[in-house]
């Protein structure tokens, strides 16, 4: 029998194409025989032959069921203001020209993430007439939409056929180029799809942060407390906006991510960097000059202290200024 397949795409370049690898295998790792994946990557042309190679074969490993397709950015966007963002912020746009006709509908994701469940529920929400799908973005108050609700691009439902339908492409490429926008792509996607847009519940982009991040939306109706809840316990789609495992370890969230991470050939890379991060200081603290009892590491303003050098104890905030 046949596995239902889902179209889903990623964009990267040569600075964020591990980062990629490390998503995309979460992703087929929790196909788990129930699905099969078509994986779009949006890419430079100069993209190497060998990272690619590397990715289709990570990929094969996993799940021999899944596969992925290579798309070339095009060059509409090179005249586009991204400010402190690279051209490769809208390579997302460019999946209404560069996808294969018969693609309808596609899952889009940023490659700071991981996944934790197949997608099969979410890429069978009916969308009707609706151009994209997303969850909610916790950072409300921007100038649009009318209707008061604000998506995170991170992750997006693209309804491609009706996108294609209201020629946004074109509209697109001119904002870009005219600029004047904070978030750039995130605006832009939020301003020309304002009133066609279905929010989806946040466990398909549950996006963790200091505590108390989500105290303000909540009351404020952006995300209901069942909602969190449900993000919280049993998140499809984990994207690290803020803490990023890949650059500070010391995170309970960011240890799923080095769990896929260690799946693919690029866990000795990221390792290496992070063991080797310039700010962290880290000293162990020892009983008879061979037993660890305590492990003081100090990151800018923070010093954590762990017993027996994994046991976390408590934090201590330094003031910015001594």
Not at 116 to 145: E, T
Request: glycine share 6%.
């Amino acid at each position: 029998m046949s596995l239902p397949r889902i179209n889903i795409a990623f964009c990267f370049d040569e600075n964020m194409w591990m980062l990629g690898g490390v998503a995309i295998a979460s992703l087929v790792y929790h196909a788990m025989g129930k699905c099969a994946y078509d994986i779009y990557c949006v890419v430079p042309s100069d993209l190497s032959q060998s990272k690619r190679d590397e990715l289709t074969l990570m990929i094969k490993n996993i799940d021999k069921n899944s596969k992925i397709i290579f798309l070339h950015a095009n060059h509409d966007f090179d005249k586009s203001g991204a400010g402190p963002y690279t051209i490769g912020t809208f390579f997302r746009f460019m999946l209404l020209k560069l996808l294969p006709k018969n693609v309808k509908k596609i899952i889009y994701s940023d490659v700071d993430v991981t996944f934790h469940d197949n997608l099969l529920s979410f890429y069978n929400i009916d969308m009707k007439k609706k151009l994209i799908a997303g969850v909610p973005d916790a950072d409300q108050g921007r100038a649009w939409p009318k209707n008061g609700l604000y998506i995170n691009a991170g992750v997006l439902l693209m309804n491609i056929e009706e996108l294609r339908k209201a020629n946004l492409y074109d509209t697109w490429v001119d904002l870009a180029i005219t600029g004047g926008f904070q978030y750039f792509d995130q605006d832009i996607l939020n301003k020309t799809c304002d009133g066609r847009i279905l929010i989806l519940p946040m466990r398909y982009n549950y996006m963790p942060g200091p505590g108390g991040r989500f105290e303000k939306p909540i009351k404020d109706g952006t995300y209901t407390q069942s909602d969190y809840v449900d993000a919280v316990k049993n998140p499809a789609i984990i994207h690290y906006i803020l803490r990023q495992p890949w650059k500070n370890r010391e995170n309970l969230v960011g240890e799923l991510w080095w769990k896929y991470a260690a799946m693919t050939p690029f866990y000795a890379y990221f390792r290496n960097k992070i063991d080797h991060e310039p700010n962290l200081i880290k000293k162990d603290i020892l009983l008879f000059n061979c037993i660890k009892i305590f492990t003081v590491k100090v990151r800018q303003t923070r010093v954590k202290y762990y017993l027996f050098g994994f046991i976390p104890l408590f934090l201590v905030k330094l003031p910015d200024r001594f």
